[in-house]
Nanobody
Framework: QVQLVESGGGLVQAGGSLRLSCAASGRTFGKYAMGWFRQAPGKDRDFVAVINWSGSRTIYADSVKGRFTISRDNAKNTVYLEMNNLKPEDTAVYYC???????????????WGQGTQVTVSS
């Protein structure tokens, strides 16, 4: 079993940057693909990015491609989301999640963090 705790959210002006972290407990962190998702008020939880177990492969949502970077440090049991050139439409609660598959679908993720709020002001 994996427990996930996100941090690094906050309030930032448009064009600014934030770095989210997701710390995982458990010895099996390195076997999971790790994803970031986000959910704005009144909307579905959307895929943002995923990284495979080794960090060699990534997939991004079109809306964040070129602005966000996902990475992981298996020695620290941590996955990161570097967010640059933030826009008001990036405002949401951001969740990290763990999956046995390198996929974009929320239903494939077995473990979820509690989320961290990101607010981008215009």
């Amino acid at each position: 079993q994996v427990q996930l705790v996100e941090s690094g959210g906050g309030l930032v002006q448009a064009g600014g940057s934030l770095r989210l972290s997701c710390a995982a407990s458990g010895r099996t962190f390195g076997k999971y693909a790790m994803g970031w998702f986000r959910q704005a008020p009144g909307k579905d939880r959307d895929f943002v990015a995923v990284i495979n177990w080794s960090g060699s492969r990534t997939i991004y949502a079109d809306s964040v491609k070129g602005r966000f970077t996902i990475s992981r440090d298996n020695a620290k049991n941590t996955v990161y989301l570097e967010m640059n050139n933030l826009k008001p439409e990036d405002t949401a609660v951001y969740y990290c999640a763990a999956s046995n598959g390198f996929v974009k679908y929320t239903s494939a993720y077995d473990y979820w963090g509690q989320g961290t709020q990101v607010t981008v002001s215009s």
